[in-house]
Structure formats: C-alpha cells, structure tokens
C-alpha cells in the first residue's frame, strides 16, 4: 500500500509547552490534508484540515500548516497536556481509480507527554 | 452526529475459519465508506474502497477473494476475512463519508475491530 510521511518517529514534551509534528507527502497534487489522533485500540480521531489553496488554518490550540513548495506540513499543539498523548498522523486526499477520492496516511508521530 | 460503529470490537477465529466485520454509519447515509488494515505500531493502510450497490475497489496488492466487501445499503459495508491465517491478524478500520457532503472529503472513522487469528 501507498503511506507518506516519514519513519514513526517519538515526541517527548514537558506539559504546557508547545508541540509540533512534522509530516512530508510526496504527491504534489494533493488538495486536501487532514491531520488526526490516534489513542491506543481506537480508531482515528479528526484534528483539523486544511485545502491546498491556504497555507495555514488554525482550530482550538492547534494550527496546521501546509507548505507546498517542499510538501510539507506541520501540526502545532499549543499548551500541550497530558490527554493530548497518541499517535498522530498526517493523511493526504489523492485520486484513486475512477477518480474517486482516497486518503493515504503518513506512518505517523507518536506524541508523550511528561509533568 | 457523524458516527461510525463496527461489530465486533474483538474477534478470535481460529485458522481457516472467516471472520465478518460490520461497519455501520449510524446517523447519516454513506454512499462510499472505506476499509484500511492497522498492524503493531504501523500506520493506516487501505484496502479498498466500499462502493454502495456496486464492486469495491481494491487497493494493489489486495487480494480481493480473500477480502470480501459487501456494501449493501447506504449505512451498511461488511468486510469477510475469508480462510484466515495468523498473519492476518490485525486491527481493521472503517471510515464512512456523508453522502450528502460529496463536495468534501472528509471521512468519519469507526472503533476498530481486533482480528486475532489462531
């Protein structure tokens, strides 16, 4: 199968500063990318989205930023806390057979979170 | 709103044996739902693509006789696991999309399903 994204990498921040994860895609004519939370045997939780048309969008204590020039995107977590430990991955939209659309995740960041 | 369920959460199954997934979109219509295959410490991979009242499509490397896909009504897609073996355990997910918001890709994901073949 298809994945973006760069090896599972590990997290460790002190809560209450501020997180960012990285994420690389290779399809340059991705236009859509969503970020989300992964808890231990749970599914995918949404974080936030954003078009290929902006380059920043912000939700409640997260920004994402997309950089398409390098195809790159970020997930900034602000004031991090200890509820905000998982995994977090990057999925990019792309076209499928039939023009159906399709999303391909990175490998993911897990994300610990210390007092 | 938005909700995703599957059934079961855990299932063992002995080897040879095949196995049903459910994956049901509670409030809303899905005209398209998704299943992706999770191993230890791995990301999501697809599978295929559940399309109401027509074939899936399956990703390359799929075995579609193996992996059967039955997408029968808007809020319904079951996935069999046929002739199961060991290495087909894993963790299975299902996401579904409104049919009613085709003009955005986002997706709702389901719990996950825990396939433990023995």
């Known amino acids: 199968g298809e994945s973006v994204g760069l090896h599972l990498p590990t997290l460790s921040v002190q809560e209450g500063d501020n997180s960012i994860i990285n994420c690389a895609y290779s399809n340059s004519a991705s236009d859509y990318f969503i970020w989300y939370k992964q808890e231990s045997g749970k599914g995918p939780q949404f974080i936030i989205d954003i078009r290929s048309n902006m380059d920043k969008r912000q939700g409640q204590r997260v920004t994402v930023l997309l950089n398409k020039t390098v195809k790159h995107l970020s997930l900034q977590i602000a004031a991090t806390q200890p509820g905000d430990s998982a995994v977090y991955f990057c999925a990019e939209n792309r076209k499928g057979r039939y023009n159906t659309d399709k999303l391909i995740f990175g490998t993911g960041t897990r994300l610990q979170v210390f007092p | 709103g938005a909700v995703v369920s599957q059934h079961p959460s855990r299932v063992i199954c002995k080897s040879g044996t095949s196995v049903k997934i459910e994956c049901r979109s509670l409030d809303f219509q899905a005209t398209t739902m998704f299943w992706y295959r999770q191993f230890p410490k791995q990301s999501l991979m697809l599978m295929a693509t559940?399309?109401?009242?027509?074939?899936?499509?399956?990703e390359q490397g799929v075995e579609k006789d193996k992996f059967l896909i039955n997408h029968a009504s808007l809020t319904l897609s079951t996935l069999t696991v046929t002739s199961a073996h060991p290495e087909d355990s894993s963790f299975y997910i299902c996401?579904?999309?409104?049919?009613?918001?085709?003009?955005?890709?986002?997706?709702?994901f389901g719990p996950g399903t825990r396939l433990t073949v023995t």
């Open positions: 996401s579904a999309r409104d049919r009613f918001w085709e003009g955005s890709y986002e997706q709702y």
């Open positions: 559940s399309n109401e009242g027509s074939k899936a499509t399956y």
